[in-house]
């Protein structure tokens, strides 16, 4: 994510930078001016971060099942070196 | 904590413990790599076990010219790529052309729900979302994967998957187009129904 979100001004300027990690700030600001003009526009590019934003969320809860960490040990032939106190 | 570098030196020398505490550092971020690109558990666990049977066997290969971990996601990329192909996944999935800008314009659009933790709980959302992702060819999927999910960067993306800038950024474009108009023809038929 671009770390010049943090010098946007406005929703738009946030969204145009939040998009893209090697936007210029000042593009991005004229791209927010031309967004404010016009609304479908910003309809579009606001359901695309939140499109990204549901992705987000649904993907980050996925967790490994205890026992796999188990049989990925054992093929590597190492299961006998996993530190006691791991669990 | 140990220096990483010194941790995979002692693992390139063949310390059993040092190879385990690499291993355990990563086993989850590369699981949760190769879930998103397999889309199912089975298929995410063999690739995370052929991706750190290939890094051990491969690790002597590891110069610390890159991050540790770009190292590992590259061999888990290249490993589910291989499996995507290998299985002819690709047959279903939808050809993806440059989405028309221009017609944004007459769609009547308008302000999607702000998403709720009702609607990312329900069953029926989250398989849309999944087959929506499913459906995208593995070169877009892959893009849009890194750069979105995993938040890498425009390089770290093309210098992963070997792509030029240029096409990591057309493909994440229409990656997020295309997820977009999944979930926008999902939207008008349920009159944002899920808030």
């Not at chain 1, 210029?24 to 990204?52: G, R």
């Not at chain 2, 999902?186 to 944002?192: A, P, R, S, T, V």
Request: one cysteine or more; glycine letters at 2%.
């Amino acid at each position: 994510m671009n770390n010049d979100v943090k010098k946007a001004n406005t929703p738009f300027e946030k969204l145009c930078l939040g998009l893209s990690d090697d936007m210029d700030v000042e593009i991005c600001k004229e791209i927010a001016a031309e967004l404010e003009k016009c609304p479908d526009c910003h309809f579009f590019y606001n359901s695309v971060e939140k499109t990204i934003e549901m992705y987000r969320e649904v993907e980050n809860d996925k967790n490994m099942d205890e026992d796999m960490e188990l049989r990925l040990l054992r093929i590597l032939n190492l299961e006998d070196f996993k530190p006691c106190d791991d669990k | 904590m140990k220096n990483e570098l010194e941790i995979i030196e002692k693992a390139k020398n063949g310390d059993r413990k040092a190879q385990v505490e690499l291993v355990l550092k990563y086993e989850k971020k590369v699981f949760n790599l190769a879930l998103r690109m397999m889309r199912d558990k089975e298929d995410a666990e063999d690739v995370m076990q052929e991706t750190f049977l290939t890094a051990l066997r491969k690790l002597h290969t590891f110069e610390g010219r890159s991050q540790f971990f770009t190292w590992l996601y590259r061999i888990t990329m290249n490993i589910s790529l291989q499996k995507l192909r290998d299985r002819n996944k690709e047959n279903a999935m939808v050809s993806l052309s440059d989405p028309d800008i221009e017609s944004i314009h007459g769609q009547h659009l308008s302000e999607w729900p702000a998403f709720s933790g009702r609607m990312m709980s329900n069953n029926d959302f989250r398989k849309l979302l999944d087959k929506a992702i499913k459906e995208l060819p593995a070169i877009y999927r892959s893009v849009f994967i890194l750069r979105d999910l995993e938040g890498l960067s425009t390089i770290e993306t093309q210098k992963l998957l070997d792509l030029s800038e240029s096409n990591v950024k057309v493909r994440l474009m229409r990656a997020r187009f295309y997820l977009r108009q999944t979930l926008q023809k999902h939207f008008q038929e349920n009159q944002f129904n899920e808030q």
